[in-house]
């Protein structure tokens, strides 16, 4: 709750105990959205496993990618054009390594 009043999108993948994977947007204390949401076992997280994921944000379209697979793409008609890029690391145990960030052109 201490981030609800912001403007962020939000992945979660093995969130609340492995138990979904969602999108939402977050409209600063308007609402969070829930944009896209999955509780199948292809769409959690396996224990010990090594994952790539690759986020897309261009021209008001966000893409989120883990091993190369698409998990959503969503088209926002009042996308956030800036801002900051953020961990949440609550009851978590992952390590973070070859992280970049890439504009594109």
Sequence with gaps: SS???LHLYYAGVGGHDNTFTRFR???GGAGKEVLKE???PQHLLI???LYHIKIVC???TIQYFLNDIL???FKDQKPY???Y???RTTNSHHQISSFKVYRIQ
């Design 71 to 73: 998990f959503w793409e």
């Design 3 to 5: 981030y609800d009043n």
């Design 38 to 40: 999955y509780t199948d």
């Design 81 to 83: 054009n800036l801002g």
């Design 58 to 60: 261009n021209n008001g």
């Design 25 to 27: 947007k977050y409209e």
């Design 85 to 87: 890029f953020g961990f």
């Design 47 to 49: 224990g010990n496993n």
